[in-house]
């Protein structure tokens, strides 16, 4: 079919297409020519009005009507959709479409706009979704200033898709499901979630297509246990799956496991409220739940055993018939407490076995660490006994069964008997600036060279571990130091013995933190700065103050330098003999508390306005140690001390201040600095610089001697180099040092050194926390340690032919 048309009004007026002839339809002309054609149909209709009507038909007329050369656009094709599931978006008469505001796919709610389109007015307006779902279908080929009315012939734009709601499960196979017929929309609902209905009660009102009310009813009688909670008034019931609207039943059985115990209620009684929730624990004879008997009165359901309560009917209604709704009357099981999860590498804490075991109390907590043999928890027996449950091995408590209480019966509510489970100590990890203290994976721990809390140097030796030979033996011993300078901050309680491993997750066994850790780089410039200035003011002060004091003072005294060690006058002094030195020969110990880390063992209390600062006490403080408070400013620091002697060197001016460190001095190791000033022994003031050897004496005597310890290192067959450590608790020690180099050129037979296996032609490189260079002077390591061994007490032997001196010369030790 070809199609032609012509106005009077001008080409501008020209229609293309037959449905678009308009108003002016009296001032057009058009041509149809049908090809092939043998009978044709017309029907034409005439509008309202009281004026003739001229129709003029033409067949096979010799002109015809010009030929529009506009583009024609079809018509596209309807879309299709289903009621009520699917909603159409329809367009208006005349209306020009302009732009679409949604895409195929997306989700809407009622009332969202999806298109826009010019109305026969001329104003921009919207079409909006008429129900919430999701853009099924659209009329994508439609373009701008497209005229809907040519374009569509049933003006549906989209297709709204509904949501449908989740379908209602049957909670077991008796139940049954209220079903409302098809083609209706839902109205209301006639009961409530957990009403007791009988059969054939309404349990919704829906309504046809013309508004006529339908009623579902129930098919049997019982619990109403789901109702579709998501469908709304005027929603059509399809949106429902499978129409279904209720379940109605009884409440689904409780399944009693093997170890569990019933709460079982009575005939003829209906529930009044929980006293308990699931998970809580419950002792024998206390309250589950309360009922009411036939004259209403409360009535309560007791345990029959301790246990944890695992399973209730939580949806049972209150003042319903318990007999209507749960046909084996089970309202709640008791049963033990589940039983911990035991990972590999995990030691399990078991209670011994017996039913007669009933618990106390915790020792420890979750993330504690305990060593082995420690106590995690307190138990009793019938006869009223009280015995420890003991850890099996060092670590981290991971778990524990912390609903247990006192006097719960351990053999009924943990079947196990485990009550709590260790693992590795957590793995250590350096925050920023820290460093890492690590040891080869199949390292064995020995024993740690310095305390929690102490100030190590770069070099130090931190700790020592060994590994096993391919032979199964143990093999040599490996010192591990310290990669910079810094205060041992945390470290890891091993056992010596025992695999790393085996004890701790990964291979980092301490940390430590150097004095700044954090802050940018420009801050740490300008503290430093800061640091310098007050530190040259304060040197400036102290000068003037010596030099005023030296006046009074004569250039013995003045000069005179010695230990904290009573008649030690000079470092070059024989004062061994002296039995009230060697009784002061003490050392020290930290004793951090988890606050003291990051001051390495010390604490520090600011009081700018007192020349001493004010005593502070702290309730970790242990008689065995002894406490020393110095001062700097207006800081004061703590220390403990566990050993002697403290190798510190002050000059005899008042006040005692610190001056130096012998080498292998203890207190260097706790942090002690030089310039802090001594002031208190145990909480006794020192008001004169002769009253510190007086208490020190008085105080320290009865602490163990700090050893001296030195490393040596030798070449043993296929094994390469290997270093042995040696320790010394006395003097002489009896081996003579080459004068060229730090190697052992003879030992003697009885002496501490042939005790501690030293063998000839052993290098020494350690002295102490210090390590020695093997391009050191001979001489300067023969000094340092002469100082170590002079800190020793003498035993007044002789080795060799000479007379012994504690001293003496550069090759005797």
């Known amino acids: 079919t070809t199609f032609a048309a012509h106005t009077y009004l001008g080409s501008n007026h020209a229609i293309v297409d037959p449905k678009l002839v308009g108003t002016q339809r009296s001032q057009y002309a058009f041509s149809v020519v049908y090809r092939q054609a043998s009978e044709v149909h017309c029907h034409l209709r005439a509008g309202p009005g009281d004026k003739p009507r001229l129709f003029t038909f033409a067949f096979s007329p010799s002109v015809l009507c010009p030929v529009k050369t506009a583009d024609i656009r079809p018509p596209l094709g309807d879309l299709d959709w289903k009621p009520p599931l699917e909603v159409p978006v329809t367009a ?153 609207l209720a379940v109605i039943g009884y409440l689904l059985p ?158 009924e509510i943990v079947q196990d008997r485990n009550i709590a489970v260790i693992s590795k100590f957590a793995a250590l990890v350096a925050s920023h600036g820290q460093f890492a203290i690590e040891v080869a994976s199949d390292a064995i721990f020995k024993r740690w060279h310095v305390p929690l809390g102490a100030f190590v140097k770069n070099g130090s030796i931190i700790a020592e571990v060994s590994k096993m030979s391919r032979r199964g033996t143990m093999d040599h011993s490996m010192m591990i130091s310290s990669p910079g300078s810094g205060i041992l901050v945390e470290r890891q309680p091993l056992v010596s013995g025992e695999g790393i491993l085996a004890q701790q997750h990964g291979r980092t066994i301490a940390l430590v933190s150097p004095p700044y850790t954090q802050g940018t780089v420009h801050n740490r410039m300008l503290v430093g700065a800061c640091c310098g200035l007050a530190g040259t003011v304060g040197l400036l002060f102290l000068w003037s103050r010596r030099r005023k004091k030296a006046c009074n003072c004569d250039d013995k005294q003045k000069k005179k330098k010695m230990t904290l060690l009573r008649g030690s006058a000079s470092p070059v002094s024989d004062r061994s003999g002296d039995p009230k030195t060697q009784r002061l020969r003490s050392s020290l110990t930290c004793v951090p508390s988890a606050r003291s ?153 009885g002496s501490p050194a042939y005790a501690a296996g030293v063998k000839e032609g052993w290098n020494l490189v350690g002295i102490g926390e210090q390590l020695v260079p093997s391009d050191r002077n001979a001489k300067e390591t023969a000094n340092m340690l002469r100082e170590a061994v002079a800190l020793l007490p003498s035993t007044g032997k002789n080795f060799g032919s000479t007379p012994w001196r504690p001293w003496g010369s550069p090759s005797r030790f």
């Open 597 to 749: 880390l990051t001051t390495g063992g010390r604490y520090t209390v600011k009081n700018p306005r007192a020349t001493v600062p004010k005593l502070a006490t702290f309730d970790h403080e242990k008689p065995e140690a002894v406490r020393l408070d110095f001062a700097q400013g207006s800081e004061l620091h703590t220390v403990y001390a566990q050993h002697k002697p403290l190798g510190i060197i002050h000059d005899c001016s008042e006040p005692v201040i610190v001056a130096g460190f012998f080498c292998n001095s203890y207190a260097s190791t706790l942090g002690v600095q030089q310039g802090w000033r001594l002031v208190r022994v145990r909480g006794q003031q020192i008001m004169v610089g002769s009253q510190c050897e007086d208490l020190l004496e008085s105080h320290l005597t009865e602490l163990p001697l700090w050893p001296l310890r030195l490393a040596f290192k030798h070449r043993q067959q296929g094994i390469g180099s290997a270093t042995v450590v040696c320790t010394f608790t006395e003097q002489p020690l009896g081996f003579l040092l080459t004068s060229r180099e730090p190697k052992v050129s003879k030992v003697f037979v």
């Open 254 to 411: 409780l399944e009693v496991q093997g170890g569990e115990t019933p709460v079982v209620a009575p005939h003829g009684v209906s529930f009044a409220r929980w006293h308990l929730k699931k998970g809580d624990l419950v002792e024998k004879g206390k309250t589950v739940c309360f009922v009411r008997n036939a004259q209403g009165v409360e009535v309560p359901l007791l345990a029959r055993r301790d246990g944890m309560l695992r399973a209730m009917q939580h949806n049972l209604p209150r003042g319903l018939a318990v007999d209507a709704v749960v046909q084996d009357r089970i309202l709640a099981t008791i049963g033990p407490l589940p039983p911990l999860e035991v990972q590999l590498g995990d030691t399990p804490v078991r209670v011994p076995r017996g039913n007669d075991w009933v618990f106390d109390s915790w020792k420890v907590k979750v993330g504690s660490q305990v060593m082995k043999g420690e106590a995690v928890a307190l138990v009793r027996s019938s006869n009223g006994s009280q015995r420890a449950v003991l850890a099996g091995k060092g670590g981290r408590v991971s778990a524990m069964q912390e609903h247990l209480l006192k006097g719960f019966n351990i053999g």
């Open 92 to 244: 208006g008469p005349g209306e020009i479409f302009l732009r679409w505001l949604v895409q195929k796919g997306d989700t809407v709610r009622k009332g969202d706009e999806i298109c826009s389109v010019k109305s026969l007015g001329g104003s921009v307006e919207t079409h909006k979704a008429p129900c919430d779902g999701i853009v099924q279908e659209m009329q994508v080929s439609l373009q701008a200033f497209d005229q809907l009315d040519a374009r569509l012939s049933e003006k549906t734009l989209a297709v709204i898709g509904r949501f449908k709601m989740n379908a209602l499960e049957l909670p077991h196979a008796g139940a049954h499901v209220a079903v409302a017929q098809q083609r209706t929309f839902f109205v209301r609902y006639a009961v409530k979630l957990h009403d007791l209905i009988r059969a054939g009660t309404v349990v919704a009102i829906t309504r046809d297509d013309v508004g006529r009310p339908v009623e579902v009813r129930s098919p049997v009688g019982g619990l109403v246990l789901k109702l579709q909670q998501w469908i709304a008034e005027g929603d059509p019931v399809e949106l429902a799956p499978d129409r279904t």
